[in-house]
Nanobody, 121 residues
């Protein structure tokens, strides 16, 4: 099996910063893309940022210039540095990884359990 474990969420005032981490473990052969998504109450889950194994990044327009995604391939870990946080960034943040398990070349999507980020005004 493959597990994604997130950490780093919490409560912060508007204008503050948080750093999320997500470590993948288990029977992993290879990880292609990794990313972060978020879901606010009453809204659909939305993309925040993704990063390929080679380091190509993609961001939602709402977070460009404020959030930075990075990854450590040796540790199977992805990070999200969030600066200049706004109340509208409040959501549960989910980690995603596209993983080929050991002995397979087929990639599947895996998700973390989610971590709450709350930004107070």
């Amino acid at each position: 099996q493959v597990q994604l474990v997130e950490s780093g969420g919490g409560l912060v005032q508007a204008g503050g910063s948080l750093r999320l981490s997500c470590a993948a473990s288990g029977s992993i052969f290879s990880i292609s893309s990794m990313g972060w998504y978020r879901q606010a109450p009453g809204k659909q889950r939305e993309l925040v940022a993704t990063i390929t194994r080679g380091g190509v990044t993609n961001y939602a327009d709402s977070v460009k210039g404020r959030f930075t995604i990075s990854r450590d391939n040796a540790k199977n870990t992805v990070y999200l540095q969030m600066n200049s946080l706004k109340p509208e960034d409040t959501a549960v943040y989910y980690c995603n990884a596209r993983v080929a398990r050991s002995g397979s070349s087929y990639y599947s999507d895996y998700w973390g359990q989610g971590t709450q980020v709350t930004v107070s005004s």
